[in-house]
């Protein structure tokens, strides 16, 4: 089953694609079937430059279960980054 589900959101980065680092912009989020993953359905994230085209993008494909543990580590590294500063002032 096909379930449509795309998030999308401006964001200010850097990604390294087939031509080297560049700006990117924007990140479309979806769960659904995968291009090239073996899983059933998994989060695709595909990391763009809206104006350089379709070959400014860094796409990754997630099983469900690896998709959970990366949102665990970002969001543990962000609360110790953040720990980190307040404790250097």
Same mark, same amino acid.
């Given at each position: 089953?096909?379930?449509?589900?795309?998030?999308?959101?401006?964001?200010? =980065? +850097?990604? /390294?694609?087939?031509? =080297?680092?560049?700006? %990117?912009n924007?990140v479309?989020? &979806?769960?659904? @079937?995968? !291009? @090239?993953?073996p899983?059933? @359905?998994? !989060?695709?994230?595909?990391? %763009?430059? /809206?104006? +350089?085209?379709?070959g400014?993008?860094?796409? %990754?494909?997630l099983?469900?279960d &690896?998709?959970?543990? !990366?949102?665990?580590?970002?969001t *543990?590294? +962000?609360?110790?980054?953040? *720990?980190? !500063?307040? &404790?250097?002032?």
């Amino acid at each position: 089953v096909c379930t449509m589900i795309v998030e999308k959101s401006e964001i200010s =980065g +850097m990604g /390294k694609g087939a031509a =080297g680092w560049f700006n %990117v912009n924007a990140v479309n989020v &979806s769960f659904d @079937h995968p !291009l @090239h993953s073996p899983e059933d @359905h998994a !989060l695709n994230i595909d990391f %763009v430059n /809206k104006e +350089m085209g379709p070959g400014a993008r860094v796409a %990754v494909e997630l099983s469900p279960d &690896s998709a959970e543990g !990366l949102v665990r580590a970002i969001t *543990q590294a +962000m609360a110790r980054g953040e *720990q980190s !500063l307040h &404790s250097a002032d």
